[in-house]
């Protein structure tokens, strides 16, 4: 049976992130992606120019549509920008009982731009949050649900991601691509505890995606079936590798994408 996975996301005109970025993760990872937008944005690798929220009643339909005819596996949910797009998705949400739901709390884009309205926030954890398997902010994202400061070290990324998990999310996973030094350390916080991983920081510019990225890769290991344990640790050597590749890409003049097919494109030629 062909896994498939649903990413309800906004669109990035430039193709970096959002949507363009969870159909090309879920290609690369071989999962059949299917999509409801949330917004369309205009926006380039240099930053957001604009964002059109789509209706909170067309974002439904688009979930209904989807969950009548595709045997979704897993679902991705990505930028939200208004209280009415989460109180609509977490009512689509209902179309898909036992179905993972990977929860990316998209509120800043990497250019800085706000990408969700501020009165959201406290809808976004008390109606989505409970309802999804898995939540991943970054950390000013993980600072920003609970209204304090981003961590700075290990022990205080466990002590937030387990004050998430209180709030009702399944299990969270707060991002160390933020801070400091060689490592990028991300923490794990499940019903069964707590798993650290970590790689070698990338240096590269070329970072717009990576979190879309990786929620969708997360959601992709899901819908073929793996724990969340292998699927979390999977994404995180995607993503790494996705990075470790991004400058063999040249696409805009800001913060170039991550390079999604790096294992299925073939390597440029050196001149």
């Excluded at 690798?45 to 604009?50: Q, S």
């Excluded at 160390?176 to 019903?191: F, M, R, S, T, Y």
């Amino acid at each position: 049976m062909t896994a498939i996975a649903l990413t309800i996301a906004g669109s990035d005109s430039s193709g970096g992130a959002g949507i363009q970025a969870d159909l090309k993760t879920f290609s690369a990872l071989g999962v059949y992606g299917a999509s409801a937008i949330t917004a369309l944005t205009a926006q380039n690798t240099i930053g957001v120019e604009a964002v059109h929220a789509v209706p909170p009643d067309f974002i439904l339909k688009q979930i209904e549509a989807v969950a009548r005819d595709l045997d979704v596996g897993a679902v991705k949910i990505g930028m939200l920008a208004t209280r009415g797009l989460i109180e609509a998705v977490a009512k689509g949400l209902g179309c898909f009982p036992g179905v993972p739901v990977v929860l990316d709390p998209v509120m800043v884009a990497a250019s800085g731009d706000s990408l969700l309205d501020e009165d959201a926030i406290e809808t976004l954890r008390a109606v989505l949050m409970p309802r999804a398997s898995l939540i991943t902010p970054n950390l000013p994202e993980a600072a920003k649900l609970l209204g304090e400061s981003p961590a700075r070290n290990e022990a205080e990324m466990s002590a937030q991601a387990e004050a998430l998990r209180r709030q009702g999310a399944g299990a969270v996973l707060v991002k160390g691509g933020h801070g400091e030094g060689e490592k990028a350390v991300d923490i794990l916080v499940d019903a069964t505890g707590e798993l650290r991983l970590e790689a070698s920081r990338v240096k590269t510019a070329n970072t717009h995606g990576t979190g879309c990225t990786l929620s969708s890769a997360i959601a992709a290991e899901l819908a073929k079936g793996a724990s969340l344990r292998e699927a979390v640790v999977a994404a995180k050597a995607y993503v790494t590798a996705a990075l470790e590749a991004a400058d063999q890409l040249r696409i805009g003049k800001g913060r170039g994408p991550v390079h999604h097919f790096h294992a299925l494109w073939p390597r440029p030629s050196k001149r």
